[in-house]
């Protein structure tokens, strides 16, 4: 199986922070990855596919990059409604494999 | 609009039974694979399961294999998940959704809650 390592676990930024997430996976996965974002008790919404293409509807704050085996997924201005938890999520080979995920809190 | 229901969770004793329903509308079910996610309390997001348009192909995490089996009914637009030999480490919200390769399709349902207690 694939195993993706999500960093950090945890962060606290402030509104307007440029934050970053980074994923890594135990071997090459082209750009079969999203990112999902998913606050309490809510289901996980989908904010890039394909590494780095937004998905519709998603703000243009949120990018993705990277291919093979490193991923980062950037917020550009930090805001209010973006405080959540995030996963990065493998579809290369199965079973997809998602991270540990990465809870943005308020500092 | 795109919906997807979960239905069917509850409370039920280590070593029983549920079956959960996801049912779908708004887009062309019988088109799509479909994906089972679970995740227990506190903790993050586990791909559980996932079957073709056709249900030519299933596949199913490690941790279920054996134990559960997904279906579909096309003509119903339904998803369903049937659960045997349940135990605690199952307890969780699962999720339906749509798969993660289909570009810019992104479906979930708002999950339905599985408790396995005695």
């Known amino acids: 199986d694939i195993q993706m390592t999500q960093s950090p676990s945890s962060l606290s930024a402030s509104v307007g922070d440029r934050v970053t997430i980074t994923c890594r996976a135990s071997q090459g996965i082209r750009d079969d990855l999203g990112w999902y974002q998913q606050k309490p008790g809510k289901a996980p919404k989908r904010l890039i596919y394909?590494?780095?293409t937004l998905q519709s509807g998603v703000p243009s704050r949120f990018s993705g990059s990277g291919s093979g085996t490193e991923f980062t997924l950037t917020i550009s201005s930090l805001q209010p409604e973006d405080f959540a938890t995030y996963y990065c999520?493998?579809?290369?080979?199965?079973?997809?494999?998602f991270g540990g995920g990465t809870k943005v809190e308020i500092k | 609009e795109v919906q997807l229901v979960e239905s069917g969770g509850g409370l039920v004793k280590p070593g029983g039974s549920l079956r959960l329903s996801c049912a779908a509308s708004g887009f062309s079910f019988s088109r799509y694979s479909m994906t089972w996610v679970r995740q227990a309390p506190g903790k993050g997001l586990e791909w559980v399961s996932s079957i073709s348009s056709s249900s030519s192909h299933i596949y199913y995490a490690d941790s279920v294999k054996g134990r559960f089996t997904v279906s579909r009914d096309n003509a119903k637009n339904s998803l369903y998940l049937q659960m045997n030999s349940l135990r605690a480490e199952d307890t969780g919200v699962y999720y339906c959704?749509?798969?993660?390769?289909?570009?810019?399709?992104?479906?979930w349902g708002q999950g339905t809650l599985v408790t396995v207690s005695s």
């Open positions: 999520l493998q579809h290369k080979s199965y079973p997809p494999t």
């Open positions: 394909g590494a780095s």
């Open positions: 959704a749509s798969p993660p390769d289909y570009g810019d399709v992104d479906y």
